[in-house]
């Protein structure tokens, strides 16, 4: 199975372990203990992207929902590279 598949997969055993904790998310290394290690490491990149954008303020936390800053005038396509 091809890498972003069980990624994809994976979503509903990690997603749990993903939390906001302050203006920035967290993976919770517990999570280890439910996913392997590639997919671990995967969405730790992820989580850390996403954290980028907020630093960047690309991203930004709305009544607890990431959302994409409007008045961001310079999206591109990098927020979406290959974290998997």
Known sequence: ???WNLNFNAITDIEK???LDGDRY???PAAKEVVSK???????KAVDSVNEQLKNGILQIKNGELV????YKEIGTIIYDNWY
Not at 38 to 44: E, G, H, L, R
Request: proline content about 5%; overall charge positive.
């Open 26 to 28: 967290k993976l919770d």
């Open 1 to 3: 199975m091809r890498i």
């Open 17 to 19: 372990f993903i939390k």
């Open 68 to 71: 994409a800053n409007p008045d």
């Open 38 to 44: 590639k997919i671990f490491d995967n969405y730790t």
